[in-house]
């Protein structure tokens, strides 16, 4: 291990110390799941996680920006998590095109069948694969045991049906540092800035007198500070655009998500205590949003503010990782799931 690797390690140690004294004290409320577990849990990934990743035949993009970053940052940089020697590797890493069919990708998969021992060692249990929109359920052996077996890091929101809970990870969303270009919302005299798309929700909230939509933010200056000086945000799940709940949360305005089903993709769900950071209502009108919006004021909502602001860190992409940003943070979901279950290989009479 070199000089420049040690020193590394030593840097994200001593600032996930910091962090962690600082946010999560026994006695203080924590966005974590598992808070006396997730600090040792990630010293042992820095020090030990290994990943192999097959070579692609050609070079290829992706299209999704939290996609480019991901694989950029772990497969193009010298990245410590990756190893050339498939005998140490906790995990195997599948990379292929956005836009490559799923006949391509079938075969794809029958070549590792076929030319390497990894993949029938647990049909492909402890491989993982980068697709924004997910795959579905198909026909093809390979395919089948791709989407059920293999880990699947898709984007968030994840389409309906193409995401399998406890095993896939979706992406957290690449956030603009500027505002965004959907609507935004003022409610019950605080300003409130809102990630909506045109709807019937949008029409409704037009003309109620305690919003305020906004197509722009006229003044790209103070955005931090009106977001800062807001008590929610709103984004509608499966139809809006969910980008700046991240930003959202650094900036103190707690989350209110619209939806009309459980939504099971959510970014790190292994790690956050989701219930703590957002409100989730369900899509039954603007008065039931406005009761659920009033019934989180006061001590609730200072909670969640600060909770939110704690778990904000993870939300963050970084050219270069930094300590429990959105790339090292994906890392240790995949070093949660690094202990799959080895399949017996049936060999047909």
Wanted: charged share 20%; hydrophobic share 35%; net charge positive.
């Amino acid at each position: 291990m070199s000089l420049t690797t040690i020193f590394l390690l030593l840097l994200l140690y001593f600032s996930l110390f910091t962090f962690l004294t600082t946010h999560s004290k026994p006695h203080l409320p924590s966005p974590y799941l598992s808070p006396t577990t997730i600090f040792p849990n990630y010293q042992n990934m820095l020090k030990s996680f290994k990943i192999f990743i097959y070579n692609p035949n050609t070079p290829f993009t992706f299209n999704s920006p939290s996609q480019s970053l991901f694989y950029t940052t772990l497969a193009l940089q010298d990245s410590v998590f990756v190893t050339q020697d498939a005998e140490q590797a906790h995990l195997f890493f599948v990379p292929f095109p956005s836009d490559l069919s799923t006949r391509s990708i079938a075969r794809l998969i029958r070549g590792l069948r076929n030319d390497l021992p990894y993949w029938n060692r647990t049909l492909g249990a402890d491989h993982f694969y980068l697709s924004c929109a997910g795959i579905g359920y198909e026909s093809d052996r390979n395919l089948v045991e791709l989407k059920k077996n293999s880990i699947q890091i898709s984007c968030f929101p994840t389409p309906a049906g193409k995401f399998i809970p406890h095993k896939d990870i979706s992406l957290p969303p690449l956030a603009s540092s500027h505002a965004p270009t959907n609507k935004t919302t003022r409610f019950l005299g605080y300003a409130r800035f809102n990630w909506l798309k045109e709807s019937t929700l949008v029409n409704e909230l037009s003309s109620e007198p305690e919003f305020l939509i906004e197509s722009e933010p006229s003044d790209l200056n103070s955005y931090a500070e009106r977001i800062a000086s807001s008590k929610f945000c709103l984004f509608e799940y499966g139809g809006g655009d969910v980008s700046g709940i991240g930003e959202a949360l650094r900036f103190g305005c707690v989350p209110a998500v619209v939806t009309d089903r459980p939504i099971q993709d959510l970014p790190f769900s292994d790690v956050l205590r989701w219930q703590e950071i957002t409100v989730f209502v369900e899509r039954r009108g603007v008065g039931e949003l406005k009761r659920v919006l009033a019934r989180t004021c006061g001590d609730r909502h200072e909670k969640m503010k600060g909770l939110g602001v704690t778990a904000s860190r993870h939300f963050v992409w970084n050219e270069t990782p930094q300590p429990l940003d959105s790339f090292h943070t994906l890392m240790y979901q995949l070093w949660l799931r690094r202990h799959t279950i080895r399949y017996v290989r049936r060999e047909s009479a």
